[in-house]
């Protein structure tokens, strides 16, 4: 295997756009059967569904809030549940300013999972903002009616309006929530964290995952988006050494995989698909991601390396044989998620010995897949929007054959 990658972007990086990837999400719903067929199926599924929700509601200080967000016991914002930063210091400065002008904000939504122990289901940004800026994180910009307030950290304030702010309060609607099913195929802190995830910029579906199923398997992910194989293959500027510790560079903030969290969806999808390969998962791709992170939430670290392994071996023996463009479609130039799907997977069911000799066989594999894309009936089944469990396995055993290759 080649010591060193070549880190020339596969594609024109300005192809990927925010309305790309949106569509991308929203194309993880495509509609499958119900288990719920007649009248009484539909009676059952009402009842099975119900949630009992108790609600209460509480005003918190600005400076209470601050106190909360530092005890991790209170309300938990650990490492793993964060969102990548989506808000830029302007929008934070100006939700600072309808502080200072009294302007009620949108309430905090809080979920109770223990006794005064809480998960933020919403207002994240809003509660990040509140800390960063008691405590002097950021200087104020772009204010329309404070002004003269532009360049100030909190230190900088006059006094009496640094206790003002702490004055000031935020609304949040506490939810305990209690469901009869408990057979995990209806997970109830997801449906409430969609329903109400009402906030300016509302969280995409792997965000969701991000905030819902912390964990080892949450940071795996993390940790192969950010890895050379993964970063070179998708064209996502390379992980520094500092970026743990410091803001991440200002070129992988603006990088749209990683903005939208869709490097780690694209990870996700790789052991996903193996499920669905395995055939203990079914439903729209969505929820098969969905169940996938909630099932692997808590894996041990054994799991953990056995997993990466699984997955970097893939993905180095076909960038190896087929270069770091195999994802890439020959007309559009334009990389495709469901053929990344299929060869990764693919390549992961390969025995040892099938798997080292693909940089043999890469001729071989190459003008197969070549042949396969120009094929309109192959085209669909390896590039096709179908996200059925039936289309995706068909997509992975053709890839299979395709890798199969030989002479």
């Known amino acids: 295997m080649p010591s ?4 020339e972007p596969p594609f024109p990086t300005k192809q990927l756009t925010e309305k790309l990837v949106d569509e991308w999400y929203e194309s993880e719903d495509e509609i499958v059967e119900s288990e719920y067929a007649t009248p009484d199926d539909l009676s059952k599924k009402y009842a099975d569904t119900q949630l009992r929700v108790v609600r209460s509601t509480v005003d918190f200080t600005l400076h209470q809030l601050q106190a909360s967000f530092r005890d991790s016991n209170y309300i938990n914002l650990a490492p793993g549940y964060q969102r990548r930063a989506r808000w830029d210091r302007k929008k934070k400065s100006l939700l600072i300013e309808s502080f200072l002008l009294n302007v009620p904000v949108p309430p905090l939504f809080l979920f109770e999972n223990d006794y005064n122990q809480y998960e933020v289901m919403d207002g994240r940004q809003r509660l990040e903002t509140i800390t960063e800026f008691l405590d002097n994180g950021f200087a104020l910009l772009g204010l329309e009616y404070w002004p003269e307030l532009n360049g100030s ?9 640094q206790r003002g702010l702490l004055r000031r309060t935020v609304g949040a609607v506490v939810l305990l929530a209690e469901t009869a099913r408990g057979d995990g195929n209806f997970d109830i802190r997801m449906v409430l964290f969609r329903r109400l995830n009402t906030g300016g910029i509302k969280l995409n579906p792997q965000e969701l995952r991000n905030a819902a199923y912390p964990g080892n398997f949450n940071e795996l992910l993390r940790e192969l988006s950010r890895c050379d194989l993964f970063t070179t293959l998708w064209a996502i500027p390379k992980k ?4 743990e510790f410091d803001d991440p560079p200002a070129s992988l903030l603006k990088n ?3 903005q939208s969290m869709m490097d780690c969806e694209l990870v996700l999808r790789f052991f996903g698909i193996r499920e669905t390969i395995e055939g203990t998962l079914k439903g729209s791709l969505r929820h098969i991601l969905d169940r996938t992170m909630e099932r692997k939430k808590n894996i041990t670290k054994s799991e953990v390396e056995h997993l990466k392994l699984l997955f970097l071996k893939s993905l180095q023996a ?6 770091p463009n195999f994802i890439v479609l020959p007309e559009s130039k334009r990389p495709s998620r469901p053929l990344y799907d299929a060869l990764t997977v693919a390549a992961s069911f390969l025995t040892e010995r099938e798997l080292n000799s693909l940089g043999q066989r890469s001729q071989a594999i190459t003008n197969r897949l070549r042949d396969a894309l ?9 590039v096709g929007r179908g996200n059925t469990v039936e ?3 068909a997509r992975v055993e053709l890839a299979r054959t395709i890798l199969l290759a030989s002479g």
């Open 256 to 258: 749209v995989l990683y």
């Open 374 to 382: 120009a094929r309109e009936e192959e085209y669909d089944v390896l």
């Open 4 to 7: 060193k990658i070549n880190r």
């Open 153 to 161: 950290r909190y230190r900088d304030l006059p006094q009496a309006i």
């Open 318 to 323: 076909l960038m190896h044989a087929l270069g």
């Open 391 to 393: 289309a995706i396995k």
């Open 240 to 243: 520094t050494e500092s970026e």
